[in-house]
């Protein structure tokens, strides 16, 4: 999938997680998190799920998560993405 415009998912209130995706010409991923110490391999392997099973290639992926559990991180994640790429 390609990323064609800006776009979010998410909120930064507590237990969610702030997605937001825009075109770049390579693949880049930035993770803030509040458990980042304890969970920063599980977050960022689910967000690489999530890039893997859409096959996004390149795209500035900028998560900032504040205790969402992994389901929530992939969903806010493969929304941003879907949007981002023209889905709704």
Known sequence: MNIKASAV???LESSDVYVKVEPCD???IEVESVVYNQFAEEIEKSIMEVVED???ESGKISVNDKGAID???KARVETAIRRAGGEK
């Open 54 to 56: 859409l096959k996004v």
């Open 26 to 28: 390579k693949l880049e």
């Open 9 to 11: 998912a998410g909120t």
């Open 71 to 73: 389901c929530v991180i």
